[in-house]
Structures are given as C-alpha cells and as structure tokens.
C-alpha cells in the first residue's frame, strides 16, 4: 500500500470495502428475514443487529468524522454501540428490521463511497484518512466473521455453500520447528492498516523453543478426548477445570460421539469428525489441558510471531510467514472461500521460512498470552478499539481462521478472546522449552 499513488490506494480501498459487502449480502440473504432477526445463541447478536452496526460505524468514522458531513440517522447510534447492549439484550431492542437496515447500510456506502473520491490519499501515505477506511474494510470483515460463526450456531439445513479446501500437498516434514533464540522486530510501525494494537514495531528477545509445524489436528485432540483428558483435573489449570466441571464439557463445540466414532455438524451438515484437519472449536482452556497432557504447552504470542515472521537469512521480520506479499488462495485458507480448515500439509506455498505451516488462515491459534499493549501504545482511534480490553481476562489469538479476510489479517494481527470461548473458530498449536541435550 505505502507505494501505491493516492488513484490507486482509492481503488484497493474501494475493492475492500466492495469485497466485505459482499460478503455481507451473502452471508445475510442466506436466510429469511425470520431468521434474520432471531437470536441463535446468547453469545450472538441477532444477524440483523450486526449489519446495521457494520453501517453505523462506517457512517461514524467514514461520512461523519472523516467526511466531516451530516449524519444520516443520529438517532440510531445507541442501538448499534457495542458498549452500550450486550449481544443477550440486542433482540429486544427497537433495531432496524431487515428491510431498513438493508437501506440504511446501502445509503451509508453511497455516502462513504462520496467521501472516498475527495479523500487526500497521497501516495499511500499512513494518514489518519487512509487508515479510516482500511480500519472500516476489517471492521466489517470481522463482523463479517461474527456472522459465519453466528451461522455455524443455527439449527436448520445447510445455507451456505463453498467447495471443499484443498488436500495434504506437502511430504514428510518433522513434527516440530526448533526457532533459535534471540530477538526479532515484533509489530509493526509502517503497515498502514495495522490496528493500534500492533503497533510499534519493537524487539523482543526470545529463547529457543520448538513449535509444532501444524495445527493440532481432530485425530490427535481426539486421542486426548479418547484417553480421559477431559475428565483428568491434572491437565487442566484451576479456572480451567472449573469451566470444565460447570458446564460438563467432554469435546470440542459440535461433537458428538456416536458409538466408537466423533460427528460433528458444521453449517448444517452432519458429518465424522476428519482426522487431518485443526482441530476448531476448542477454547482456551480446553487447548491448555491439551498441550499439558501433550507434555508441551501453548506458545506465547511472541514466540509465534517469531516462528511466523522472523527470516534467520536476513534477520528481517516479514509481513506473512511466506514473505511481504499479500495473501492468495495458495498461501492460506482464508475469506469463508471454504467453509472449513483444510487439511494439515495443504498449503506448501504458505510456509514460513523456519518451516512452519499454516500459521495463516484454517483456525485462529490461541496463544498463552493475556492481552496487552506493546512498549509504547497510543489507542487510536479511541480507547474502546483496544486498549479498554488490555489485562488478564483476554487471552490473544493469532492467524486468522478460513472464515477471515485477507484485509483483517497479517502476521502482526492480534485478535483476542475470553479464554472460555469456543463459539469462534480458534485451534491451536503446541510449543515446548527445548532439552538440555538439544540445546547444546
Ligand atoms: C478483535 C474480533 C475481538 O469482534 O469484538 C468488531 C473486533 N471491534 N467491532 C470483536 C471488533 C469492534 C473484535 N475482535
Ligand atoms: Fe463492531
């Protein structure tokens, strides 16, 4: 983007904002208005409610602040503030009916789109108004992601429709990445659609470890799952078997076991659980008592930007575990383009340069660090984005999931959950300390 001419960045910016309305057409014409205004789960919004809020922030940040002009419904912007209802209350508000809401969206975008065409965008340059509308093109695509993850939770026969990912493509490949020890450039300072939580680009000193090279897969969570893992307190922290214990919780969101073998459904389908895919679904806690059991542990948010970003040629930390350039549809599964994680060893071409796979894209990958700012923080725009989310009760996820965009993700992204969710599509990988024998 930073050599892109203000013509051009103003058709990458049209083309993102573009590509997550569609998304969101798609994803909210699937159903009937019925359904469009049903709560599926307590932990979800009304469909309804979350493209009216798409709107209601684009006209806050887009025609408003960066416009400058009148707003179109001042009288709505209560209902569609986060802060303000939790997703359990959102139903029983006064919203926007399917109808209006498809309107309002559709003015608003007419407006912004006018906004676009005198904004100053020279030449790509990291300006409060070229971020305005790359941090608006995420903020839909990752309600965009809410909603797939609101789909998955409807009862009902199947809406959504995508072809199958890809399949295993790589060879034999170790199980483990040993990432050597020392410090990389962590964050960044010059992407400019980097979210304020990213930012600056900072060292940070990391001892050699070893990282899986995949995701955990079904087969190997299954076998945790087959051998009492979830019944054994020894694996799980206190907190962690607390959650386990009050809503007795013996497999991941959406399996069931059936005689000698795991189901699941997945948008409406009923189908066996397969062997090679991440594992999603799981929580925090659940991942946790997983590598415990596993005699490993869950990486901290540095180390796997590390084994995601660092090049040991070059010592440079890259944008994507494959290099600078943007992500296509052989480097990750990624943009709901499937509507599951492929198989382990499916995308050679995404692999980082210490060897490691899939770190983009498949399944959201908790990490064991609670949230927090970098050395040096500003909240930009304002508080609520980040920063009033910073302490120990938000576990960080990185990577990104088959359900996010290429635009709401890069290998500095952090995305950050309570560590008892598992409605979203989060996974995970395992680390472990090296041995003394190994270390040299
Ligand atoms: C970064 C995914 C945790 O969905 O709550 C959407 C993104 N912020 N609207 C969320 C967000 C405001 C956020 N996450
Ligand atoms: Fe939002």
Redesign the pocket.
Known sequence: LRALSAQDLRAHTAHALERARKRSGTLTDAVDDADLVTQHSKLMSPLVWDLA?IGS?EELWLVRDVGGRQPLRPDIDDLYD?FQHARADRPALPLLGPGEARAYVREVRAKAFDVLSQAPLEGGALTDTAFAFGMIAQ?EQ??D??MLATHQLRKGDPVLHAPSPPPRRVGAVPAEIVVPGGSFLMGTSVEPWALDNERPAHPVFVDAFAIDTFPVTNGQFAAFADAGGYQQPRWWSEQGWAYRTEHDITAPRFWRREQDAWWRTRFGRYERVPEAEPVVHVSFHEARAYAAWARKRLPTEAEWEKAARYDPHTGRSLRYPWGDGEPTAEHANLGQRHLRPAEVGAYPRGVSPLGVHQLIGDVWEWTSSDFAGYPGFTAFPYR???EV?FGPGHKVLRGGSFGTDAVAIRGTF????YPVRRQ?FAGFRCARDLTPAERG
Request: net charge negative; no cysteine.
């Open positions: 809020h922030q986060a903020h990752q309600h992601e809410t609520e984005y980040s989310f952090r995305n950050w959950d979203i």
